[in-house]
């Protein structure tokens, strides 16, 4: 079975089940890194999860017709767009032996069908375009990371827009490697001072990061709606909306009992 949305390349599943240690799987263009005790591969710089791409040839059928491309570009000038939250950070990560010294922040963006929004990265090795194309994809990361990057939206956010809570440069910098921390550290706990991928800044980011990281254990991944935005040629970007809270049967009743006084004062006038 062959999986299209293997980002940028096409991959054998049943490749996966032999983990063939350094061998280039068939249709498999570029770099090839498998991890047999982490249960992921790396494929031009981008980790996926086995189970992810599983996941995603059932998926397929259905999410194929539903998407659409999307032409991003920025808000305002400045290289996160205005009013340009960010911060230099310094990142590790040793499962792909790479590390960097680069500027982390929140992205203020436009899409053709999204309007105007803001966003951040998710991969280490992509710059953004202005303009870039990408594809809303659901599929972009496995249950797991999907559930603990809502779960720490949902903490700092605690029913408020994204931007309205990031709202300095640490904050953003600081959210940005909580990001990555959740997307590519492989030992089993959130830690940016410890484990496969480690983040540093000299201005505070960090601290806000591992703020971020610690509202996971009470956060709620259900009152988050996250948008993953998959570039074959440039960064992939979440953005996140907080979902709507249903008003309970007793205050519809209510509401209702309002309507219904207002429209008896209205008569009595009459």
Known sequence: MQISNCRRTSIDVDKFNDLLIKEKPENCAGSYEWSAKHDRILVEGKYIMKTTIVGAAIAAAAFAGSAGAETISYQGSGSFGSPNYSQTVSWTDTNASDSGTNAAGLFRLNGDTLGNFVAFCVELSQNIADPQTATINPNLFNATIVSNLGAMFDSA?????????????????????????????????????????TGDSTNGADSWGSTYLAGIATGDASNVSMTFLDSADAQDLVTVNPTAVPVPAAGLLLLSGLGGIAALRRRKKA
């Open 157 to 197: 956010m605690n029913g408020a827009t994204l931007d309205s809570v990031i709202d300095s440069d640490d904050k953003a910098a600081g959210m940005q490697m909580a990001i990555w921390e959740v997307v590519y550290e492989t030992d089993g706990t959130f830690d940016l001072t410890d484990g496969t991928f």
